[in-house]
Every structure is written in structure tokens, then in C-alpha cells.
T-cell receptor
Framework: AQSVTQLDSHVSVSEGTPVLLRCNYSSSYSPSLFWYVQHPNKGLQLLLKYTSAATLVKGINGFEAEFKKSETSFHLTKPSAHMSDAAEYFCVPSGGYNKLIFGAGTRLAVHP | GAVVSQHPSWVICKSGTSVKIECRSLDFQATTMFWYRQFPKQSLMLMATSNEGSKATYEQGVEKDKFLINHASLTLSTLTVTSAHPEDSSFYIC????????????FGNGTRLTVT
């Protein structure tokens, strides 16, 4: 079965500094992995997805993630944080029967 | 633009009444939709998988008689919270896929339910 661990429940950065949100996966085979973002009282928006076509995946809003099989990681990064990036971020594996199972998420705070 | 529409975005109801939440896929057919529940500052909890033309599949611990799901067409799934109580107050989110397999889910904007 696939599962992920988001290593940080909260991350705080200053505006203009890099963002790193960590995600490690556990799977017996190459998984499909997604990063979603949720702003307060909103649904979820897909940032990017990994489906084995390329290990470095570029998403929307300047985010990208690199799939590293040797480290079983799929960390989300952005070179320069904006205030509007403050939100909850979820690293999600594609589960059985096509359903997505969400972990705890990482809350990103961006300070001026 | 939004590909999954959820309505209403918020609703307040009295204890004992029932509330229906609609989830529509706007430009694609969805044989399967998913309903999630989210408590404040917590992650999303999968409640059930809605299957067009057949019974929904509920996750362990979710009362099927409490949370009625109907997926009568390829673009519409509804969740009815029956005999609502204050502990049912939560944020409910639906989602759908364009195709089967590992394509991503598209989410509605959620429904904030408050039961007084």
C-alpha cells in the first residue's frame, strides 16, 4: 500500500525566501504522487503531479517537486515565497480504487 | 476555471433537519466522485466513494444512513446529511476525476455546514 509522511506540520518563511515542504513516500512500487494546496475555507487545487514521466515536475505558481527514488522523497519547493502562498499543502499518493488518501498536511506561513 | 462545482458553499440549519449538498462535474463525465469531510485545522477524511448508478462505498466508521449519497447521473452526486446534529458541523468537499487511473482529482470549493 502507498502512504506518505509530510515531515513538517508547520513551516514558516519570510516573503522572498525559498520554500521547502518535505514529503516522503512508502511504496513497493513507483507511486503516483500529487501536491495539492488548500487556502482557508476553499477546496483543493492541484499544484503538480508525478506519474513517472519525469522526475522533476513543474507545477503552477512557481512550485516544483523532484521525485527521488533513492530517498523515497517528493519534496515541494519554490525559489521565492509570496504572501499568497500561505496555505495548507498536501502530498498525496494515488490509493487503491483510484481514491486519494490525505495525510496531515503542512501549513505554510509567509511573513512580510 | 472550476471543473467541479459544489453547492451550496455554506449552509446553516437547525438540529434535526436534513441538508443536501450537490457536486457537479462541469465539463466531463464522472462515474466516480468522492466525498471528504474536514474538521478545523485537520486534514481531509474520505467519507465515501460515490458510484454512478450503484450504491456508494462508505469508509469504515461513516454511517451510511446518516450520510446519504446519490449519484444519479454522470455529472451529479449529492450528499444528504440526515437529521443533522451540531457534531455534523464541518467542511464537506467533493471531488471527481476526468478519467480512471492515476489522473488527479478535481475538487469543489467545499460546503461549510453549521448545525445549530
Amino acid at each position: 500500500a502507498q502512504s506518505v509522511t509530510q515531515l513538517d506540520s508547520h513551516v514558516s518563511v519570510s516573503e522572498g525566501t525559498p520554500v521547502l515542504l518535505r514529503c516522503n513516500y512508502s511504496s513497493s512500487y513507483s507511486p503516483s504522487l500529487f501536491w495539492y494546496v488548500q487556502h482557508p475555507n476553499k477546496g483543493l487545487q492541484l499544484l503538480l503531479k508525478y506519474t513517472s514521466a519525469a522526475t522533476l515536475v513543474k507545477g503552477i505558481n512557481g512550485f516544483e517537486a523532484e521525485f527521488k527514488k533513492s530517498e523515497t522523497s517528493f519534496h515541494l519547493t519554490k525559489p521565492s515565497a509570496h504572501m499568497s502562498d500561505a496555505a495548507e499543502y498536501f502530498c498525496v499518493p494515488s490509493g487503491g480504487y483510484n481514491k486519494l488518501i490525505f495525510g496531515a498536511g503542512t501549513r505554510l506561513a509567509v511573513h512580510p | 476555471g472550476a471543473v467541479v462545482s459544489q453547492h451550496p458553499s455554506w449552509v446553516i440549519c437547525k438540529s434535526g433537519t436534513s441538508v443536501k449538498i450537490e457536486c457537479r462535474s462541469l465539463d466531463f463525465q464522472a462515474t466516480t466522485m468522492f466525498w471528504y469531510r474536514q474538521f478545523p485545522k485537520q486534514s481531509l477524511m474520505l467519507m465515501a466513494t460515490s458510484n454512478e448508478g450503484s450504491k456508494a462505498t462508505y469508509e469504515q466508521g461513516v454511517e451510511k444512513d446518516k450520510f446519504l449519497i446519490n449519484h444519479a447521473s454522470l455529472t451529479l452526486s449529492t450528499l444528504t446529511v440526515t437529521s443533522a446534529h451540531p457534531e455534523d458541523s464541518s467542511f464537506y468537499i467533493c471531488s471527481a476525476r476526468r478519467t480512471a487511473g492515476n489522473s488527479p482529482l478535481h475538487f469543489g470549493n467545499g460546503t461549510r455546514l453549521t448545525v445549530t
